[in-house]
């Protein structure tokens, strides 16, 4: 069984291998930020309950979901990040838009984490028949609290698992 060190997970001014505290950045779209806001209060409340500080988390926003990746790859160049959450809404709004949107996001992603070596997670969510009616409406809401949540806990394991893997295999 795999034993992943967090020792860095649990205070926000406990300094990772490299000597400097361990940050995450969380990026959302501001599009229906009533319901995406939802993902950052998951977020915030699963790093609270694994005892991250709060000041170890910074938070940015952007008009809608497809700027989300220039946005993360700006701030994964920095160096400052150990990891980087993306929260957002893509929805169908009958022209198949959405498809290309939801994969150009999805994609830019995967090529940021692969290109800076900082994980990118998603919390971005794109329903086919989502309606602006409160049965959606509600059902979104929750969902994403559930997402966010389970982001920070992916967020939170991916990057102690790289910090370990960075700390025995040479640069």
């Known amino acids: 069984m795999n034993q992943i060190d967090r020792s ?17 950045a969380f990026v959302q779209s501001l599009w229906h930020r009533d319901i995406v806001d939802q993902a950052r209060e998951g977020f915030k409340a699963e790093i609270a309950r694994r005892g991250l500080a709060a000041s170890a988390v910074d938070y ?10 220039l946005h993360a790859k700006v701030l994964a ?16 709004g009958g022209i198949y838009r959405h498809d290309f949107v939801a994969d150009a996001v999805i994609s830019g992603f995967m090529r940021v984490q692969l290109d800076t070596g900082v994980p990118v997670f998603s919390v971005v969510l794109t329903p086919h028949h989502f309606h602006e009616h409160e049965e959606h409406r509600a059902y ?32």
């Open 8 to 24: 860095f997970s649990t205070t926000s001014d406990k300094p990772a291998s490299s000597g400097k505290p361990v940050r995450f």
């Open 60 to 69: 940015f926003e952007v008009p809608g979901a497809f700027e989300l990746p």
């Open 77 to 92: 160049e920095t160096g400052l990040y150990a990891g980087i959450v993306c929260a957002g809404f893509v929805v169908d």
């Open 140 to 171: 979104f809401t929750r969902h994403f609290v559930i997402k966010g949540g389970e982001a920070a806990h992916a967020c939170l394991e991916t990057a102690a698992a790289l910090a370990k893997v960075r700390a025995i295999v040479p640069a």
